[in-house]
């Protein structure tokens, strides 16, 4: 049986320096996909700003590219296209809280 892929989180917070990032441990990578596993589909619109905190963004998903974290939806994209979930379990804030907890706090 093949080692899953270890889950990368960068936080999209700067421009024009590299963005901090992280692997998450085992243990916050099952977390993160409870988290997001079921989540509800959204319409609603996904438009971080240019400038300043722009969410998170998670790479190293099964069947996905990458997926964004921010404004109370999770927006993935995939070999099928974006699908967009609305953030009911609180993913963003513990994702905030993991920053913070490694130094980068976000204002």
């Not at 320096?17 to 085992?26: G, H, K, M, Y």
């Not at 243990?27 to 319409?43: I, K, N, Q, S, Y």
């Amino acid at each position: 049986m093949a080692e899953p892929t270890p889950l990368s989180v960068e936080l999209d917070i700067f421009s024009g320096q590299p963005n901090p990032s992280w692997t998450l441990a085992e243990r916050d990578a099952a977390e993160f996909m409870r988290r997001v596993e079921g989540l509800p589909e959204t319409e609603r619109e996904f438009a971080p700003p240019g400038l300043g905190y722009r969410g998170f963004l998670i790479s190293g998903l099964p069947e996905t590219t990458s997926c964004r974290v921010f404004g109370g939806i999770v927006a993935c994209s995939g070999a099928a296209g974006e699908r967009r979930f609305e953030d009911t379990r609180g993913t963003e804030q513990w994702l905030l809280d993991q920053a913070e907890q490694r130094g980068w706090p976000v204002p």
